[in-house]
């Protein structure tokens, strides 16, 4: 399982240093909700059905929704704040599912072509194979399979893709864990647009959203504004060799 | 019985057509009125039932095409047949419903059971004579438009000039003859070149009612874009834009989910549209495009529960509207099996259950009430008692009287006015 249940932290007015509102010891932070609804979003744009195309529309609104917290996030400059108060597994968690977003956005960079992670990517693939012309169609088809591959992956070897893919993720937490602390930051990407790409990748790994500190995030407040830019950049060479293993399986 | 996905009066409010899960279509007729059986009137009996959809398979992405028939649109009736178009999230279909109440008798090539005569059997010609039988209604296929959409169709809309309709999915519309179904024309397509950029998508469409070159479409941002097909063949460039400005005070992280359009429908008049996002209906001027003239709200004592109905998914409940025949009256549903109507004159409005522990035939339905505040008055139902996973998401008002057809999960509940 990637994303096994986020640690519930329970934050009273103490130790509450990002408290937004003062006097309510009880809520946790403004942050602390609006990380939790980013990780909400996450899980929920990487449950995979795997039969049936996804709802676009959904995926949209939710992606929508991901990149206006997160834009927020690094406006604020609680992007790093967070996850250097957080501890331990949860941190590890967060840092895991920033860190593939991240590998997207850092393979788009680059301009490699990541052969359709998400359900954008795919349909765009497919929408080519059948919009292309008779010369087009040599093209097309050649990256048809590759996309029935990555597509169908989790479903012909669940098995197999899995235990790549868990060593895949096993080689990122090496990496991670090997990291020094300072250089957490390293691990982050300029944020993009592309967290959908994660969807296939992802898929199979039917994560139990039952997150029980919804109630607390009912008392969402506007958000605030703070001005610094941070910009994050990722390092991982390793990338190259995961994005491989995932794209011969 | 499967869960009813759309639900469609015809233009004479005879037929009813209810589209469901597995791909089924089933259609009710309005029983006559007659002196034997005077309570009758109104009373809707199944007409048909067919198979208009089969799950398929889409080998290229290797997913499943559900055979869910997300909308059913009556042709206006042109002969003693009737004509319908399904469709499901990639294929358009185009039924044809007749009756059948006489036989043929007396061929000449063959016998009563339809065994061939030998032919030096033969001895005299006859006529065969029509013989009258028991009624059958037959469904058939008269025309498959598929192949035309990359996306999940969510929208099909018959023309007024009764030749054209639309189909549109999430990024594109395409419009369509009815005669031809090897080739449809693309009329707006906001896909992104870049598919990263994606970021709004297209929620519903339909035609104006009376100007065959006018179509509205609304999108996942709660926009409305008013296109006229003789500027352009690709209409890209709206004519009209309409949008509510966003009121600053109310902004939340759900404020976009929330005000994605689930429904758009013209007026009979074609002076209006409504539109219907997550908490609201709103009534727009066609001639004014920066705001609704009216807002109403549905269940506004769910705004602050937006985060645990986007935990669960609710948030994402695509809701229907519609007018009545004389647009003075709209109707939409809601949670609980409840559903709501709204008189615009009178700013009247009344919630319903469609249920049948409480409503027994024939008896007046009871106005419900959900308890906002503190204090639970009897009868009334708090909002942390209400069951979500009863949502009233289709309805259907009889185009000339005050008979409404209300879709709760796999049911159907007709309502009607109650005449002394």
Request: proline share 3%.
């Amino acid at each position: 399982m990637f994303v096994r249940g986020l640690k519930r932290k329970c934050f009273d007015g103490e130790e509450d240093i990002e408290g937004t509102l003062a006097g309510i010891k009880a809520i946790p932070s403004y942050n602390l909700q609006r990380q939790s609804l980013l990780d909400m979003s996450l899980v929920k744009l990487q449950l995979c059905h795997m039969l049936v195309e996804p709802n676009l529309c959904r995926s949209v609104l939710i992606a929508n929704t991901v990149r206006q917290i997160q834009e927020e996030m690094t406006q604020d400059g609680t992007w790093q704040m967070i996850n250097t108060q957080s501890t331990g597994q949860a941190s590890l968690d967060r840092l895991v599912s920033t860190d593939i977003l991240c590998r997207s956005a850092r393979d788009q960079a680059e301009g490699k072509h990541v052969p359709a992670y998400g359900t954008f990517n795919k349909d765009f693939e497919s929408d080519h194979a059948q919009d292309s012309s008779e010369t087009m169609s040599t093209a097309s088809s050649v990256q048809a399979p590759r996309n029935l591959q990555s597509n169908v992956w989790e479903m012909e070897n669940p098995q197999e893709n899995k235990g790549n893919f868990q060593k895949s993720l096993d080689q990122i937490f090496e990496t991670l864990e090997n990291k020094s602390p300072n250089s957490v930051e390293d691990l982050f990407s300029e944020v993009d647009n592309s967290y959908y790409d994660l969807d296939t990748m992802l898929t199979g790994m039917m994560s139990n959203t039952k997150m029980g500190h919804c109630d607390s995030l009912e008392t969402f407040s506007s958000p605030t504004n703070a001005a610094s830019n941070s910009n994050c950049k990722s390092d991982l060479n390793d990338l190259d060799h995961i994005v491989e293993i995932l794209v011969e399986s | 019985a499967d869960i009813i996905s759309t639900v469609e009066f015809n233009y004479t409010g005879d037929l009813l057509a209810t589209g469901d899960k597995g791909g089924r279509v089933v259609i009710f007729q309005r029983e006559q009125e007659t002196k034997s059986r005077p309570l009758s009137r109104g009373e809707y009996n199944v007409y048909s039932t067919f198979q208009s959809h089969e799950p398929e398979f889409d080998y290229l992405k290797s997913l499943e095409i559900e055979e869910k028939i997300n909308k059913i649109r009556w042709l206006p009736q042109q002969n003693a047949a009737h004509f319908l178009l399904s469709t499901n999230d990639k294929t358009i279909k185009l039924w044809k419903i007749s009756e059948r109440d006489k036989r043929a008798e007396g061929y000449n090539l063959k016998d009563e059971d339809g065994r061939l005569r030998e032919p030096c059997r033969v001895t005299e010609l006859r006529v065969p004579t029509l013989k009258p039988m028991d009624l059958m209604v037959e469904a058939s296929p008269r025309r498959t438009f598929a192949n035309a959409h990359t996306y999940h169709i969510n929208s099909i809309s018959v023309n007024s000039d009764y030749a054209t309709y639309l189909s549109a999915d999430d990024l594109r519309i395409n419009l369509w003859h009815l005669e031809v179904t090897n080739r449809s024309f693309n009329i707006v397509d906001i896909k992104p070149a870049n598919m990263e950029e994606l970021t709004e998508v297209i929620t519903a469409a339909e035609f104006h009612p009376h100007h065959c070159n006018t179509f509205v479409y609304s999108s996942s941002k709660g926009t409305i874009r008013l296109c006229d097909m003789r500027s352009a063949a690709l209409c890209d460039q709206h004519s009209k834009f309409f949008e509510e400005p966003e009121d600053p005070s109310s902004r939340s992280f759900f404020s976009e989910i929330i005000s994605s359009i689930s429904d758009v429908k013209f007026s009979h008049s074609g002076r209006y549209m409504m539109t219907r996002d997550y908490l609201s209906v709103k009534v727009w001027d066609l001639n004014m495009e920066n705001r609704p003239v009216e807002t109403y709200q549905v269940h506004e004592y769910l705004r602050s529960k937006l985060c645990s109905l986007y935990e669960n998914d609710c948030i994402f409940d695509k809701f229907e509207c519609c007018w009545n025949g004389s647009d003075s009256t709209i109707m939409t549903g809601s949670y609980n099996n409840f559903f709501r109507t709204f008189e615009r004159e009178t700013h009247r409005d009344v919630t319903l259950e469609a249920s049948r522990e409480s409503s027994k035939p024939r008896a007046v339905l009871k106005p419900r009430k959900v308890c906002t505040t503190g204090k639970r008055k009897k009868d009334e139902i708090t909002v942390d008692s209400l069951d979500f996973n009863k949502k009233i998401l289709h309805t259907a008002w009889h185009p000339m009287e005050n008979i409404i057809a209300v879709a709760a999960t796999n049911n159907l509940y007709l309502f009607q006015e109650k005449v002394n």
